[in-house]
């Protein structure tokens, strides 16, 4: 059955292995007036200063998948909560612009894989980056990056394949666009990992 092509970022889905909680998020802050759009599942990273930003395709020191801001509207000085961040925000009276991230090393997501033909089996526990990483919709926030299936490879890259999806409207390998199961191998909060 073909598989249906509706990129939607990071999704998140569980914790790898056994643990207490299943998966969470942390609250960071972007640095108020960044002009980056982010949309909901994109890659952010740790940049210096101690703020969340637009990660690249293919970064490293990435923190986890954006779900969201909370910052005081500069025209309506109204608390306002987005599931994207619209770029070129600062907030009232030098308030802050809070962003909320799915960042646990261990976190589990799935994402789509941009290949227009079949994928392989072969695909799982390699690395791949991401591709569109800045893309989304502003009609609902949602991001359309997808897996860049063009640089699969067993060098470390942003993402490591755990396995198609458990979804069966999308996990066929054999058929464009399938999900994969995932998780940020290129990752500031993994041990031994240098800083930015």
């Given at each position: 059955m073909a598989n249906q092509d509706a990129a939607f970022g990071l999704r998140p889905l569980k914790t790898v292995g056994q643990q207490d ?176």
């Open positions: 909680d299943s998966t969470g998020m942390s609250q960071y802050n972007i640095v108020p007036g960044d002009a980056s759009v982010i949309f909901q599942g994109t890659v952010v990273k740790a940049v210096a200063g101690g703020y969340a930003d637009l990660a690249a395709d293919g970064d490293g020191a990435n923190l986890g998948a954006f779900w969201g801001c909370f910052y005081d509207d500069p025209t309506t000085q109204k608390p306002t909560f987005k599931n994207f961040y619209p770029g070129g925000i600062t907030p009232a009276n030098s308030g802050a612009i809070e962003c909320f991230v799915y960042d646990s090393p261990m976190q589990m997501f799935e994402v789509q894989s941009d290949n227009a033909g079949a994928s392989a089996q072969a695909d799982v526990f390699s690395s791949a980056d991401t591709v569109g990483n800045a893309n989304g919709s502003t009609l609902n926030g949602v991001s359309s990056m997808e897996l860049d299936d063009s640089d699969i490879s067993a060098a470390l890259k942003q993402l490591k394949i755990i396995g198609p999806s458990r979804d069966p409207k999308n996990s066929d390998i054999t058929s464009a666009n399938v999900n994969w199961r995932v998780q940020l191998s290129e990752h500031i909060l993994a041990p031994a990992t240098a800083g930015v």
